[in-house]
């Protein structure tokens, strides 16, 4: 494959195959939905953005057979998730935008019987900026319209993002 044929698409799948991602959070559920569990990854990429990949385990609809489900996941203002997910602040909101527009908004995940992955890319926030925030995973989907956060339902899971510590 020459240079020309090359599209950010090839670039992030070879991030995802075989870089170490600059960032993670490692997701567990809270009181309601304890068994959750998973990994977002958070990759540099050479375009000025973030390529997010979350892989997320037992979701509340893992013993339905055949289901699906949308989860709102979020980057939150603040990295403690102790007391139920209580001190995770507001969505990370750096520049006052209107929701769906706020830095944390990220892309629903999709729970097909209670399993999760998805990647996608945005420019909206920068390695550095989110380091020490928060990742939650929400009970129902995000609207996309209602203020400040959705309509999104109790946070159901949470992870501190944190600098991956991966040998170069």
Known sequence: MDN??????????????????????WVRGG????????????????YQGVLVEAEIFNLPNKNVAGSSNFYAMHI????????????TG???????????????????????EGYAWSAFYDKRFGI????????IIHSQADDFRSQPS???????????IIKADYPD
Do not use: M, W
């Not at 020309?4 to 993670?24: G, I, K, M, N």
């Not at 550095?128 to 990742?135: A, F, L, N, P």
């Open 150 to 160: 959705g309509n999104s339902g109790s946070k159901i899971a949470c992870g501190t």
């Open 76 to 87: 939150h203002q603040n990295g403690d998730c102790s007391d139920n997910f209580a001190n």
């Open 128 to 135: 550095d900026e989110i380091i020490g925030r928060s990742v």
């Open 31 to 46: 009181a309601s939905a304890p068994a959750i569990s998973g990994l977002v990854k958070f990759y540099q990429t050479p």
């Open 90 to 112: 507001e969505h990370y909101n750096p520049t006052n935008a209107a929701h769906p527009n706020h830095a944390g908004d990220l892309l629903p995940v999709l729970g097909n």
């Open 4 to 25: 020309q044929s090359v599209t950010p698409a090839d670039v992030f799948a070879d991030l995802l195959r075989f870089r170490a991602p600059a960032a993670v959070a």
